[in-house]
């Protein structure tokens, strides 16, 4: 009872009838923004993030879960429908979700996606439980320098990991890193890179530039790509999948979820690498193969049901280590920041009550999305068929307003704006924005960790390595950073040629 | 409420015009076809002179954030002062975008060229912009209304008609969730 004593705890404080109803409205206004084509799970939380201002921490906690995973489901809603994933993880669910659309079944797709996500994020849930309070109590003798080499890690995981040229994602980490340091310094208070500017005294605040880079980045992008937007999806009906629809998918749901709770864990691409991994072991394990792409269950099934199970596990370094394993748990870690949750060890002994109500507020986000999902399917296929020319506006407003109301000051939206600018033209020159937003929340995180540290080892940087605990982070940072040298020098051995190298080359450019 | 909006509004006019082209040769795409058509479909990288560019302004912000950095003191090791980490990090930048322009002299892969429609999301931008200048001084409402015909007119091809009674009806639902029923203090003229 010593254990489960906390997490009843929890329970008690997620249902109570306002926490359960801020949820309700996260899961809805969650989906309503996250079906809306081009903005993904990390755009949709971010553009919300004001919502869950003024609120209880508690209850703003647990409407995030529910707009967390409406915004999931959002993307999932496009990839049926349109044809349109709204992030890398639902891609996969484009290639069986949109023929069986075509076909008349696009309210079983969604159907059993709902069906799917429910069931993967509660095994993920579940897993969590108990996997989390053991993580965090090896993380508790954790001091500066296991931080420092943790951060670090985790930095460059997200940034090797995540799509396009690694150079330039470790530029975007330092950006982020840089944009951590403006403000007064809290070791000696000298200002920062505020070139006298009052508003920038305290540090630039997370949420504008994650709504920026996120939100208006993604916004401005739209506007210019808007011309490929996909056709009006056709009348959705049988949204209640058949009991042979389900017995066929649940061999798919059953693997997708356990696949992807494992795969959840590793730092950055989680949830897509689980989503394309389900979708091949499917494929592997059906006998006929070749249904696949031409509208099999499973293949919806399969993918959904992993990368929402990798989406909730990624939860655990994040609350366990307060590490974020990528952009979406970036923005996450961002907005507990704000409510005065500090996620890591320390959070699950100090503050059970709000750990365990974090977690279990997961599954009450879940159980509502699942309720929700399939009766408003309807609505959601009638705002995909709103033209995106008025759609567009309503979200800047929506970004814009929602900024100024966080604290009342224009200059924060002036922030948005500009980091809106930035976002797009990032995206136009191949950065990620994701390891920039990843490096800004963890920041002064590793810096005060770094120079406590220095301060603990006298200035000597090997002291790092004489910590085990330490030593390992740091050689597999070591090995993460080097590894595509050595691998490209290896292909480079092995291709022989000249012209193979060239080719390499620019293939890893 | 927008949903019934479209909904009425849909048989009175057109789809817009990117809905006849795609559609139904779609339905027969197995996914390697589809990835591979989506590959098609993708905007050019950005080129190796946008690298070149993009590279270059890297390097110079890190120059210049070095040079701050080391006017706020750097301090030892033992004892680092306010300068030290912001060194180490622009410092990171810097070579990283020395490195970039080497390995990406010839393009790469990643980025998208600048088209016309880019021209889209600057005015965008602009409008923007606008708004952030002019709500304080007039209220957010005009600025609002502004920005939705604009969005709505140019950028997203919508008629005079439709463009201004949409513009309208978004400003006031707008204003009767913020104002109205939230009571924000948002600047406004009304």
């Not at chain 1, 020319?389 to 800047?396: G, R, S, Y």
């Not at chain 2, 990288?45 to 690298?51: E, M, Q, R, S, T």
Request: proline share 6%; glycine share 12%.
């Amino acid at each position: 009872m010593e254990f489960f004593g906390p997490v009843m705890d929890g329970f008690t404080v997620v249902l109570d009838p306002t926490n359960l109803l801020y949820c309700l409205l996260g899961v809805v206004v969650g989906m309503l923004i996250g079906v809306l084509p081009g903005l993904g799970p990390a755009a949709t939380i971010a553009i919300l993030l004001p919502m869950t201002y003024g609120v209880e921490p508690v209850t703003a906690i647990i409407m995030l879960a529910g707009i967390f995973y409406g915004a999931q489901y959002g993307g999932t809603i496009t990839s049926v429908l349109l044809r349109l994933p709204g992030e890398a993880s639902s891609v996969v669910t484009v290639f069986d979700g949109y023929v069986m659309a075509k076909q008349g079944r696009a309210g079983t797709a969604l159907g059993i996606a709902a069906i799917g996500s429910f069931f993967g994020a509660t095994v993920s849930i579940i897993g969590l439980t108990f996997l989390a309070p053991l993580v965090a109590s090896f993380a508790l003798d954790f001091g500066p320098p296991e931080y420092t080499a943790l951060a670090m890690l985790g930095i460059l995981l997200v940034a090797t990991i995540s799509g396009g040229t690694k150079i330039k994602a470790i530029i975007a980490a330092a950006v982020g890193l840089f944009l951590a340091t403006v403000g007064r310094d809290g070791f000696t208070g000298a200002e920062r890179f505020t070139f006298g500017n009052l508003s920038l005294a305290d540090g630039i605040d997370f949420v504008p530039i994650a709504m920026g880079l996120f939100g208006v980045g993604e916004i401005l992008y739209n506007l210019e790509e808007r011309h490929r937007a996909a056709t009006a999806p056709m009348k959705v009906s049988n949204v209640w999948p058949k009991a042979k629809d389900i017995k066929e998918a649940s061999g798919a749901i059953g693997r997708g979820s356990v696949l992807g709770f494992f795969l959840g864990i590793l730092p950055g691409g989680g949830a897509t690498i689980s989503s394309l991994a389900s979708y091949a072991m499917e494929k592997k394990t059906a006998k006929d193969p070749s249904r696949f792409g031409k509208g099999a269950i499973e293949g919806v099934a399969g993918p959904e049901s992993a990368n929402n199970a990798a989406a909730t596990s990624s939860f655990i370094p994040l609350l366990t280590l307060g590490i974020p394993a990528n952009a979406t748990m970036a923005i996450i870690f961002g907005a507990l920041l704000i409510q005065g949750v500090t996620p890591g060890p320390q959070l699950i002994s100090n503050d059970p009550e709000l750990f365990w109500g974090v977690v279990n507020s997961m599954y009450i986000g879940n159980i509502l999305l699942l309720i929700m999902s399939i009766p408003l399917i309807g609505v959601f296929v009638r705002i995909l068929r709103i033209r995106a020319a008025i759609l567009a506006p309503i979200t800047a407003l929506i970004t814009l307003l929602g900024a100024y109301t966080i604290r009342n000051s224009m200059f924060d939206v002036l922030l948005v704006v500009l980091f809106g600018a930035l976002g797009y033209l990032m995206k136009k020159f191949g950065f990620e924005p994701g390891p920039l937003v990843l490096a800004f929340v963890l920041g002064s995180l590793l810096e005060s960790n770094l120079r406590r540290s220095l301060l603990v080892l006298e200035g000597d940087p090997t002291g790092f390595f004489t910590r085990p605990i330490s030593a390992t982070l740091l050689a597999l940072f070591i090995f993460v950073a080097v590894w595509p040298m050595i691998k490209s020098a290896i292909d480079r051995r092995k291709n022989g040629s000249i012209a193979a190298a060239v080719a390499k080359e620019k293939e890893n450019a | 409420m927008d949903a019934k909006k479209a909904e009425e509004a849909r048989p009175i006019e057109p789809a817009a015009p990117q809905a006849p082209a795609e559609g139904v040769e779609l339905d027969d795409l197995t996914p390697e076809e589809l990835a591979a058509q989506w590959e098609a479909e993708a905007p050019e990288p950005a080129g190796p002179i946008a690298n070149l560019v993009s590279s270059l302004v890297v390097l110079a912000l890190s120059i210049a954030g070095l040079a701050l950095s080391i006017g706020l003191e750097l301090g030892t090791p033992a004892a680092p002062a306010a300068g030290m980490w912001p060194f180490i990090v622009t410092l990171i930048a810097g070579v990283m975008a020395i490195a970039q322009i080497i390995v990406g002299r010839s393009g790469g892969k990643d980025g998208e060229k600048f088209s016309g429609m880019s021209w889209y999301a600057a005015i965008g931008f602009g409008t923007l912009i606008l708004m952030v200048v002019l709500m304080p001084l007039i209220g957010f409402e005009v600025p609002a209304l502004l920005l939705c015909f604009v969005w709505m007119r140019w950028l997203g091809g919508e008629r005079w008609r439709s463009a201004t009674i949409y513009s309208i009806l978004i400003v006031a639902a707008f204003y009767a969730i913020f104002i109205a029923a939230l009571g924000t203090t948002i600047p406004r003229l009304f």
